[in-house]
């Protein structure tokens, strides 16, 4: 059974920093895209970052790093200077492949999320 677990929200001022985790099991880790989406209330899923076993990295948000280990089975989002905007549900999600995708459908486990608060 696929688990992912998301931790390291919470709430932080504007301009501060997170570190999100996400531990897997259940699956081959190495051969798996992960990736991180967020959703805010009322607004649709939307991809922040994902990155490949291989080390292949894409990111829509020049503040936020992604990074794995494979060792420990878990992916990580470093998230600097961030704003108020940046409040959401974030979600990591594993994709069976290389190739690093934005769109969520391509993503097939989810976990349950973890929520960022960024107050002013």
């Known amino acids: 059974q696929v688990q992912l677990v998301e931790s390291g929200g919470g709430l932080v001022q504007a301009g501060g920093s997170l570190r999100l985790s996400c531990a897997a099991s259940?699956?081959?880790?190495?051969?798996?895209?992960m990736g991180w989406f967020r959703q805010a209330p009322g607004m649709e899923r939307e991809f922040v970052a994902a990155?490949?076993?291989?080390g292949d990295a894409d990111s829509v948000k020049g503040r936020f790093t992604i990074s794995r280990d494979n060792v420990k089975k878990t992916v990580y989002l470093q998230m600097n200077s961030l704003k108020l905007e940046d409040t959401a549900v974030y979600h990591c999600?594993?994709?069976?492949?290389?190739?690093?995708?934005?769109?969520?459908?391509?993503?097939?486990?989810w976990g349950q999320g973890t929520q960022v608060t960024v107050s002013s």
């Open positions: 999600a594993a994709d069976w492949g290389t190739t690093v995708g934005r769109r969520w459908s391509e993503y097939d486990y």
């Open positions: 990155i490949a076993g291989t």
């Open positions: 259940g699956l081959t880790f190495g051969s798996y895209v």
